[in-house]
């Protein structure tokens, strides 16, 4: 659909408790250790295999070690 849908409520109500911003990606940090990243991937700096840019956050790793 080309309608736009609501990513996220809030940075805060998703429980984000860090941000990262890089020159055309970003990625945040649920409090439970979710890491959440988009933005250009040329160079892998999404954390993905793949080159591939993600216009919407999609889900990195669900491992503990990214949690505070």
Avoid at 6 to 16: F, I, K, N, P, Q
Avoid at 49 to 64: A, F, I, N, T
Wanted: aromatic share 8%; net charge negative.
């Amino acid at each position: 659909s080309a309608a736009p849908a609501r990513v996220m409520t809030s940075l805060a109500a998703d429980g984000m408790v860090e941000i990262e911003l890089g020159g055309f990606h970003t990625c945040a940090r649920q409090r439970i250790g979710r890491l959440w990243c988009w933005g250009r991937n040329h160079d892998w700096q999404l954390g993905f295999m793949d080159q591939v840019d993600r216009s919407l956050p999609e889900v990195v790793s669900d491992e503990s070690e990214f949690s505070a």
